[in-house]
């Protein structure tokens, strides 16, 4: 679904992926007092979604056969909340961050290269998400609006923290090789992650007996050279593991 506007190449060098962690926020889907909102932050920091409502490209979701179904983005107060009229196995969001450029003395301005001509690096930045609600009926095929995506490979997630999980990174519905997957973007978003093979694939271990947030970086090809570097497209995956009865 279209965000209603009435709501007001191979990846680069290590050194300008290490520049893009310093601003990487990303988007993602989690539970609010028993009800489902999207996120925007990095870490424990929840900042401002309402304002950045704008910026929303595309949300949808999708029920057991991954069809999609009716949704809505509610603001309330300060969070954007999920509304559907049948449960969703599946809820997606995408957003265009706009381009960011930093200068030398480590300031990131809303501006491209063009603008800021002392900048040591510029980018396009994307970000991308999807949220694993209920039991999978088999494989998540390709979603619509999701240039970079996290797949779990197996129909079923691990019941266990620790346990193995293997995803496969997916840029415009191929497999991608050396994207960051990081296994834990709320409690450890600093951690370097390990970087997709051939068949665009990595194995994390699941790291929370509850909610989970998966999140993979691929630099792409600028779409405008005269204002980015390069395009910086950041995924998320959410879903939550059961704690033991009560």
Do not use: C
């Amino acid at each position: 679904m279209k965000f209603p506007k009435l709501v007001a190449v191979a990846a680069l060098t290590a050194g300008l992926i290490a520049a893009s962690a310093a601003q990487a926020h990303a988007i993602w889907f989690a539970q609010r007092a028993t009800q489902t909102a999207l996120i925007y932050g990095v870490g424990a920091d929840d900042l401002d979604m309402v304002k950045r409502l704008p910026l929303l490209n595309h949300y949808a979701a999708y029920d057991t056969a991954y069809k999609a179904i009716p949704v809505k983005l509610r603001p309330a107060g300060p969070i954007v909340l999920v509304d559907t009229d049948s449960p969703a196995t599946i809820l997606t969001a995408d957003m265009d961050y706009g381009y960011w450029s930093k200068t030398p003395d480590g300031e990131w301005h809303k501006k491209g290269r063009s603008e800021v001509p002392g900048a040591v690096v510029s980018e396009h930045t994307k970000k991308y998400t999807v949220r694993i609600n209920g039991p999978l009926s088999g494989p998540i095929p390709v979603l619509a609006n999701q240039t970079l995506q996290i797949v779990p490979l197996a129909s079923k997630l691990p019941d266990m923290l620790d346990q193995p999980l293997t995803v496969r990174v997916l840029y415009e519905g191929k497999p991608i090789a050396g994207a960051i997957v990081q296994n834990d973007y709320i409690n450890d978003p600093d951690n370097a992650g390990v970087k997709t093979g051939a068949d665009g694939t990595a194995t994390i271990k699941v790291r929370n007996q509850g909610f989970n947030v998966l999140a993979a970086t691929y630099n792409g090809p600028s779409d405008d050279p005269a204002k980015a570097d390069a395009t910086v497209h950041l995924a998320t995956l959410s879903f939550t593991l059961q704690h033991a009865p009560e």
